[in-house]
């Protein structure tokens, strides 16, 4: 029995040592990730801050001091233009380096290697859209700039100097819970960074959506329902506004302007809310004499922010911001001369081009009437646990097929292979980064001005404020010359009609500089009234929160940066203010039990504002949403085929203007419905659906409650996200909180003599859940605070803020 137990218990040891030295699945090596001098235990960190510290960090040119306040946020003071992004790739890496990866390896398709075969549809869907395509003709363009190529070269020796100091003890906590090690940093990387952005703010688009749209009900129904110009407008630049300039000749659309649809084709749909506001109120309007400028990019938000603080000075230049993890410069910020911040254009810089093929090898596509040579890309995907995918991309000259082999379209008895292709503005050289290397140093408007001609993509709308009281906003980007609603529907690959014909000229962008009203604002809706002449796009976001924006700055004097906070948190509804009278004026209250009419007598009284508290909020979403689905679910839900539904802003019009629409009428009834069925139909279904998830009338039905929110781990890491948490605002309000997305960088900057920033982020500087500063700034964040931001004006400043120096030599 003693032999038995002996070989038995040998035999548990074995096998529990190997368990903890294998991963199952997910589940990291357990051995590895207990390890106490290794695993995870290394990741904790103390509050207490060591107060001076000095390095020696191989590569610098001279000697650099960090300053770090209370938030860890860095004060750099460099002696030349090398160490300043040199420090700025270290601490960065320092901070948030498993974010610089992970983000990077999406970017590139490589997710797969660390994660297995669950990340392989997106990694191929990254490769086969020419990602890293887009990024190597962005890095040719960066190091073809003589500052740039230094300036990048040095972010990325810098990263490079702290991934080589790092033990696997000191590894970020998801490198040991995925059982992987840091890469060294390439220069690319950073290009990568600009790609990923470049998808998240303009990769999304509706063309086969739209496509089967038209192949179903007919150019007549479509221009009705998908109108160039939304009925409601309040636009970035001011209604009137003189363009004064000769436009160049519009390119004429082919006789047949009619794509044939692919019905394997997926289109990556728009969230409401996402693309951001800002704005620029002049002197004239505000307490100081001195403009004001706000700005707060939307954004999905994760933990580790998407953000991450800076002030960086070296001789030329002082500047604080927030800057992209893995890229140079502040992106975001002010010095002391000006401000400047972003918000998403929506361009439409994106086409589909349905391609025929010769033959099924697919070495030759017909185009202008003759067959042309593809190019062919081999991209290996190697899959942790499994074996590569090898996978072979098609090239034409609009760009990569990434829907291919899909669908075969018939001519006469012979197959013909088609596939889809895409012309994307972020596959062409570019050198965004030295656009935010000018704006860093810029004095005036002249220095905003040509800082934006470097400028390529994703189109941004810059908003500009300097201390000489100038004021502007400019939509800006690479933007292609296109004929009226060209890449409204997939376009014919063969026809050269169809193809990108130049670009608007750069100072033919709309912009505005100094308007009679005082301010400049963008929250992503149509950039200009009808009279520009050139095609941006044909659906931008709902004018809503702009128009909420312009109505509360038209009515501002004497403005301080407290009003550009309030504005910034501001959770009033446009869209119930334009829409509920209608609703309530079509609701036969006589048809409702007890619990609607007490939810009726609540909505009645309801203020508008989508804040957390409010149970109005609730029953007036719900009750939209489900008006919407249920006006267009007959026509515009189909198993077969994806179709685009209309706009809120077509339906609003809709039940306003057109009651006895045939579009109200359900196929499931005899009777013929109008607005006034479907009002009722629809309260009613809000009001139970409330009542099945969250009880009787009460607290329980609070907004906050309703909408749960929360700030996740970029990773979707259970227990390193926020947890949920009660919060206001809505997609369509100007605090555009809803689904995990918003405010990913709140910041107000008063310009003057002395310039003032204030701003917050939802989370913290580190990028390790063990650290107090994860997510130390969450709090004010939530509660719709500012905290006034540490600019330092020389190295010797003094400020009890000041917790640690660091100081870095050769």
Aim: aromatic fraction near 12%.
């Amino acid at each position: 029995m003693k032999v038995f137990k002996a070989i038995f218990s040998i035999a548990i040891t074995g096998v529990l040592i190997w368990a903890l030295q294998t991963k199952f699945g997910d589940v990291p090596p357990l051995g590895e990730f207990l390890n106490p001098s290794t695993g995870f235990w290394q990741n904790a960190e103390s509050k207490n801050i060591i107060p001076t510290e000095k390095l020696k960090l191989k590569g610098l040119q001279g000697k650099v001091t960090i300053r770090y306040d209370e938030n860890m946020v860095p004060h750099v003071f460099a002696e030349n233009d090398h160490d300043l992004y040199y420090v700025q790739g270290y601490l960065t890496a320092k901070a948030r380096l498993w974010q610089m990866d992970i983000q990077t390896r999406s970017a590139s398709g490589r997710l797969s290697e660390v994660v297995g075969p669950k990340a392989l549809e997106l990694d191929r869907y990254h490769r086969r859209m020419g990602m890293t395509h887009g990024a190597e003709h962005t890095l040719q363009g960066i190091l073809k700039d003589p500052v740039m190529s230094k300036v990048i070269n040095a972010y990325s020796d810098g990263v490079n100097a702290y991934i080589k100091q790092l033990k696997p003890g000191g590894y970020p906590i998801e490198f040991k819970l995925l059982n992987y090690a840091p890469e060294e940093w390439k220069p690319i990387n950073s290009a990568y960074l600009l790609k990923l952005m470049s998808e998240t703010l303009a990769g999304g688009s509706n063309e086969l959506a739209m496509t089967n749209v038209l192949d179903k009900f007919g150019a007549q129904v479509t221009n009705d329902l998908f109108p160039d110009y939304p009925n409601h407008e309040d636009p970035i630049i001011p209604v009137g506004t003189k363009w004064d300039f000769k436009p160049l000749p519009i390119p004429a659309p082919p006789a047949a302007f009619k794509a044939q649809m692919l019905a394997s084709m997926k289109d990556k749909d728009k969230i409401e809310g996402i693309g951001s506001n800002n704005w620029a109120v002049s002197g004239s309007k505000t307490a100081s004499g001195y403009p004001i400028l706000a700005n707060d990019p939307h954004l999905n938000l994760t933990l580790p922010s998407i953000w991450y603080q800076m002030q960086m000075t070296a001789p030329g230049v002082n500047v604080y911001g927030v800057t992209l993890p893995g890229a140079p410069c502040v992106v975001i910020g002010y010095n002391q001369k000006v401000s400047w911040g972003v918000t998403n254009v929506d361009a439409d810089i994106l086409d589909w081009y349905q391609v025929k093929f010769k033959d099924a090898s697919r070495n030759e596509y017909w185009y202008n009437n003759k067959w042309n040579k593809v190019t062919k890309k081999v991209e290996v995907i190697n899959i942790l646990g499994q074996k590569p995918l090898v996978d072979t991309v098609v090239y034409t000259h609009h760009g990569p097929i990434v829907y291919d082999n899909a669908d075969i379209a018939k001519k006469g008895r012979v197959n013909i292979p088609v596939g889809n292709a895409l012309r994307w503005i972020a596959h062409d050289e570019s050198d965004e980064f030295k656009t935010f290397y000018l704006l860093n140093r810029a004095k005036n408007y002249t220095d905003y001005r040509e800082a934006l001609k470097y400028y390529t993509a994703p189109a941004q709308n810059f908003i500009f404020a300097s201390a000489d009281n100038d004021i502007a906003i400019t939509p800006n980007g690479k933007l292609p010359l296109k004929y009226k609603d060209q890449g409204k529907f997939i376009m014919d690959g063969s026809d050269p009609v169809n193809d990108w014909h130049g670009w608007i000229p750069f100072e033919q962008n709309p912009t505005v500089k100094n308007p009679p009203r005082g301010f400049v604002s963008s929250a992503n809706q149509s950039s200009t009234d009808q009279t520009y002449p050139y095609y941006i796009n044909w659906k931008f976001e709902g004018y809503e929160r702009g128009k909420r924006i312009n109505d509360r700055l038209g009515a501002m004097h004497k403005a301080t940066v407290d009003s550009m906070r309030l504005l910034q948190t501001d959770d009033y509804s446009i869209r119930a203010q334009d829409i509920l009278p209608t609703m309530l004026k079509y609701l036969d209250a006589s048809k409702l039990d007890n619990t609607q009419l007490a939810a009726l007598d609540t909505l009645k009284k309801w203020d508008k504002y989508f804040s957390a508290t409010s149970v109005g909020a609730s029953i007036f979403s719900n009750w939209w949403i489900k008006f919407y689905t249920f006006t267009w679910r007959d026509n515009f839900e189909d198993k077969k085929r994806l179709l685009y539904y209309p706009t809120m802003d077509r339906t609003e019009t809709l039940l306003m203007k057109e009651p006895n629409s045939k579009w109200f009428d359900s196929k499931t009834t005899p009777v013929v419905e109008t607005a006034s069925d479907i009002i009722i139909a629809s309260y009613i279904a809000a009001v139970n659906e409330l009542v099945k998830n969250h009880g009787n009338i009460g607290k329980t039905w609070q907004w906050g409650i309703v909408k749960p929110f929360e700030v996740a781990h970029l990773g979707n890491v259970p227990g390193l996200g926020s947890g949920n948490f009660v919060s206001g605002g809505t997609g369509s309000t100007v605090n555009a909180l809803i689904d995990g997305h918003g405010p990913s960088w709140r910041m107000v900057v008063q310009l003057g003599p002395q310039v003032k920033g204030y701003g917050i982020i939802p989370g913290g500087q580190s990028g390790n859940p063990g650290s107090f500063y994860y997510d130390d700034m969450l709090k004010t964040w939530q509660d719709g605070k500012l905290k006034e931001l540490l600019f330092l004006q020389s190295v010797a400043e003094n400020s009890t803020r000041i917790k640690r120096t660091l100081t870095l030599s050769k």
